[in-house]
């Protein structure tokens, strides 16, 4: 069976494993291999905030924290990595109930 999975989205998963149980020690390797893989450094931002909402404030600015650590450690030695496209913030006044409701992505109470 082929993996539905390319490269850089397989390259995410210990990145997300990692950070969510605090292992920053098995992370920094993680989020090496990662950027190796072409992922960019917003990606790997954005990824790491999202996991605020399962795994707490706590191991998600540990995991922010660990990655500016490696994108440093990488630029000293000489590496360039792609900054990539900033995430896309939400339209002024957006209200994620209902547009979740309206895609009926959630029926509500």
């Keep these: 069976m082929q993996n539905p999975l390319n490269s850089r989205q397989q390259a995410l998963i210990p990145v997300a ?3 969510a149980q605090g292992n920053i020690d098995a992370l920094t390797p993680a989020l090496n291999s990662t950027l190796d893989a072409g992922l960019t450094v917003n990606e790997l931002k954005e990824t790491l905030v999202q996991l605020y909402a399962y795994c707490g404030f706590p191991r998600s600015l540990n995991a922010l ?4 650590t ?7 030695r000489g590496m360039v ?17 209902q547009a979740a409701i ?8």
């Design 17 to 19: 494993a990692f950070a």
């Design 65 to 68: 924290s660990c990655l500016m």
């Design 70 to 76: 490696v994108t440093t450690g990488r630029q000293a």
């Design 81 to 97: 990595d792609e900054e990539g496209a900033m995430a896309t913030p939400s339209p002024e006044n957006w209200d994620s109930l």
């Design 102 to 109: 309206k895609l009926n992505w959630w029926a509500g109470p």
